[in-house]
């Protein structure tokens, strides 16, 4: 069985001691995915003040740009969108987002249908609204 870590050249740096993900066998398990672009702090859809506060932010173009980075580690380690067996999203406003994300969820998986998995939680590591895990099977 292969076990080897997975670090993508284009999604953003983790912001701890962590792989972008980790092959066992033929599965590909993704850490937690933010909407962060590599090589900055800047955060799609969000402004910040100078404290860090969040002053607003655009939810979609959020999930746009995690949508992209988890597509980007997929890629970058051999597996694809279409091989995303479950997935486990976390919102720090369901109230507000859960709508937007179901929408832009079900354009992204119409054809590949996941397992899926959405959490309320009160904050993130870095001030977004959205991380996003997934598990993918890989050749």
Not at 33 to 43: L, M, S, Y
Not at 54 to 76: A, G, K, M, W
Not at 91 to 115: R, V, W
Not at 122 to 136: F, G, H, N, R, V
Request: aromatic share 10%; proline share 6%.
């Amino acid at each position: 069985m292969s076990d080897a870590i997975v670090k993508s050249s284009r999604a953003p740096e983790p912001v701890g001691l962590y792989p972008h993900a980790r092959r066992v066998g033929n599965l590909l398990f993704l850490s937690g995915v933010g909407p962060r672009e590599r090589g900055t702090k800047a955060i799609p859809g969000v402004e910040l003040k100078d404290n860090g506060e969040i002053v607003s932010y655009d939810f979609e173009t959020q999930c746009h740009s995690v949508f992209q980075n988890v597509r980007y580690i997929l890629e970058d380690a051999g597996s694809s969108w279409d091989k995303i067996v479950d997935v486990t999203v976390f919102l720090t406003n369901m109230k507000a987002d859960f709508g937007a994300y179901n929408k832009l969820y079900a354009e992204y998986f119409a054809d590949n249908q996941p397992c899926r998995t959405t959490v309320e939680i009160s904050s993130l590591p870095t001030p977004i609204a959205i991380e996003l895990k997934a598990i993918a099977t890989i050749d």
